[in-house]
């Protein structure tokens, strides 16, 4: 091609199948990040590589292209492993909230850059906007000092890690080619690979809350990203957890936080996001060299919760951020609350058999909860608690769930949208899926 790039020649290559040689990767990211390469170019790659796929290599390549569109972290001089994790996404799922810590209370450090919610789904980044005075976008030097002094900092994303990756999946969102695996394990690792990790666990949830919510396809991205991200250099393992119903017995924003803090000082753990975090603990200990395997990594992480030293780490991460020092002591003192709660009555009595776990996001969003457009800001007190698990045994008109509302007219259209979420049946035994369906390493 001479010195002259021609993107159309990189499309038209992936268009008839062929693999994309890295140097073109390179140069084709690089006119993302400095809109040389058009809107429509962007768009005819995305739909060619969503028919033809990426090999091993191609998918490397475009993984590192996008990290280095912008800054990469450096941690050097941190006394342990730089670690983090990364969920695909599910209702009720504030795992972050604990793993930061408890991988801190363990030796690691954790820089860990989150994002808000779309869709069904909720963001790490909302819950955390609902304590007063958190600093969801430190500058550097404040992120590195918490990092440094507390051993974790959950943040929000920077502009300047892999923007490659938000025009990329901005025209992927509008062009109907996001649910492409090797262009989702990009943009995933490019984020993770910028953030200067020396390990990274994934949580790929699978199930009707989950953005896979077909096994062989979550396996499938889930070997692609662990095979992708050690080919780039990252020691990387993934867990495939169920998201068959919400992770935790609470789904919103400020509800999220209460049962993150219930769960970090034991006053009330469940036990669906237990096995989650403790799981996922257990992988980034080992990845991080801090246990020999995930078992003795699982009972380091258990001892961090106990002793209460992950509770502490998260208190001082708060007020390290700006958030208040007694916090964790008094939660209900600082989070909004919604004025109206009110019962979700069971229509019928029975067992319950059956989530639809999306539609339970989505009644957290129809409550101002989450987003329907990115623009859109979210209400911090609203969601869903006490919510009933599979396997729950119900008389007529006992609660699946609390809905906290602002209006009556909200709280009803939630209590419409649960109610026809849940299958109950006359059954006593129901199966329930294994939360942790399996571990995925690079081979």
């Keep these: 091609m001479g010195d002259t790039f021609l993107p159309q020649e990189v499309i038209r290559t992936k268009r008839d199948g062929g693999a994309i040689a890295t140097d073109d990767i390179a140069r084709f990211v690089q006119g993302i990040t400095d809109d040389s390469v058009t809107e429509g170019q962007v768009a005819a790659l995305a739909m060619a590589v969503f028919f033809h796929g990426m090999n091993r290599d191609e998918a490397v390549a475009l993984t590192i292209a996008m990290r280095d569109s912008g800054d990469v972290l450096d941690w050097s001089g941190m006394n342990g492993p730089v670690l983090d994790k990364h969920s695909t996404g599910g209702v009720g799922d504030n795992v972050s909230l604990m793993l930061a810590p408890v991988v801190a209370a363990c030796g690691g450090y954790v820089p860990m850059i989150s994002g808000r919610g779309l869709g069904h789904t909720g963001g790490t980044l909302d819950k955390l906007e609902s304590i007063p005075g958190y600093t969801m976008t430190p500058d550097n030097a404040l992120f590195r000092k918490v990092v440094e002094d507390v051993g974790c900092a959950v943040i929000g994303q920077t502009a300047a890690l892999a923007p490659a990756d938000k025009r990329f999946y901005g025209i992927r969102d509008v062009t109907a080619t996001v649910e492409s695996v090797p262009l989702i394990t990009a943009s995933i690792l490019s984020k993770k690979l910028a953030a200067g990790l020396d390990g990274l666990v994934l949580d790929v949830k699978c199930g009707n809350g989950a953005f896979m919510s077909d096994l062989a396809k979550a396996q499938e991205l889930a070997e692609s990203l662990v095979a992708v991200a050690n080919g780039a250099g990252m020691k990387t393992s993934a867990v495939l957890t169920d998201m068959n119903q919400p992770l935790a017995s609470a789904a919103g924003n400020a509800v999220e936080v209460t049962n993150a803090v219930d769960f970090l000082t034991g006053r009330s753990v469940d036990n669906r996001l237990w ?154 035994d129901v199966a329930d899926h294994p939360i942790i369906i399996e571990t995925v390493h690079a081979t």
């Design 275 to 428: 096995d989650v975090t403790v799981a996922l603990a257990g992988e980034m200990l080992v990845s991080g060299g801090l246990a020999k395997d995930s078992a003795e990594g699982r009972d380091k992480a258990t001892d961090a919760f106990s002793s209460g030293k992950a509770a502490e780490i998260f208190a001082r991460m708060v007020t390290a951020l700006g958030g208040p020092s007694d916090f964790i002591d008094k939660p209900e003192v600082y989070l909004e609350t919604a004025p109206i709660i009110r019962a979700v009555e069971a229509p019928v009595a029975g067992t319950v058999s059956a989530v639809e776990t999306r539609d339970v996001g989505l009644a957290v969003v129809a409550l101002g909860g989450g987003r329907v457009r990115a623009a859109d800001k979210v209400d911090a007190a609203v969601g869903l608690t006490d919510l009933a698990l599979v396997g729950d045994s119900l008389s007529i008109s006992d609660p699946l769930a609390m809905v906290h509302a602002r209006t009556e007219t909200a709280a009803e259209e939630a209590i419409r949208r649960v109610q026809a979420a849940y299958t109950l049946t006359a059954a006593m």
